[in-house]
């Protein structure tokens, strides 16, 4: 059997983690100096509105990519793990050293190089091919044909929060919001999975 894992980036709600086999990693969020796990998207959204600052989150480390996939070898499972893109945490390189640690062939590891809805459509068709039987040879090889044709976009209705994190000085925000322009989220580089924001009305 291959037991596939996650992370909580891909948007895997509980009930379809608990229906699909998938076991949900979860990434610790901090507002305001507290830290939360496997907070709800409601709840999640709900402090972003309020909290005067953007939340941080930390990354997956090696210690517990080990312990999860060690937790399955040992029950006799090949194990599968989609990690968040490498171009935005440094969660996959954790992913990778924990792999290259334990040294089994019944380990596979995948880069998702995308996040959100994206990542959601990968880890469903994983999840997918596993339940058609898949070997862990064909399903890795699989997913790395898909994650190629992924490509996300995504439209920014306030700016605020690119300008919170950054990513949009408040001039340009002042502009954007003036004109009523919608910044347009995107991929560049499939190796990097930078983001670009391209200005359009």
């Known amino acids: 059997m291959i037991k596939l894992i996650t992370d909580g980036a891909a948007d895997i709600t509980a009930e379809e983690s608990k229906a699909l086999g998938i076991e949900i990693i979860p990434i610790k969020v901090t507002f305001d100096g507290t830290e939360y796990e496997n907070m709800p998207n409601a709840e999640f959204y709900r402090k972003l509105k ?10 997956i480390n090696e210690a ?10 040992a029950h ?3 194990v599968f793990v989609m990690c968040l893109s490498s171009g935005l945490s440094g969660s996959f390189g954790c992913l990778k050293a924990a792999a290259e640690e334990i040294n089994s062939e019944n380990v596979a590891i995948c880069d998702s190089e995308t996040v959100a809805f994206g990542y959601r459509i990968l880890v469903m068709e994983a999840a997918k091919e596993i339940a058609r039987g898949a070997t862990l040879e064909s399903l890795a090889a699989t997913i790395e044909t898909l994650k190629t044709k992924v490509r996300l976009f995504a439209v920014i209705d306030k700016v605020n929060y690119l300008i919170k994190g ?12 003036a004109l009523n322009i919608k910044p347009v989220v995107t991929e560049i580089g499939r190796a990097s999975c930078r983001e670009r924001v391209c200005l359009s009305v």
């Open 166 to 177: 950054g990513r949009l000085s408040m001039a340009a925000g002042v502009a954007v919001t």
């Open 76 to 78: 006799g499972d090949s």
């Open 64 to 73: 517990t990519y080990k312990e999860y996939i060690e937790k399955h070898l």
């Open 50 to 59: 309020a909290s005067k600052k953007l939340p941080t989150t930390s990354l």
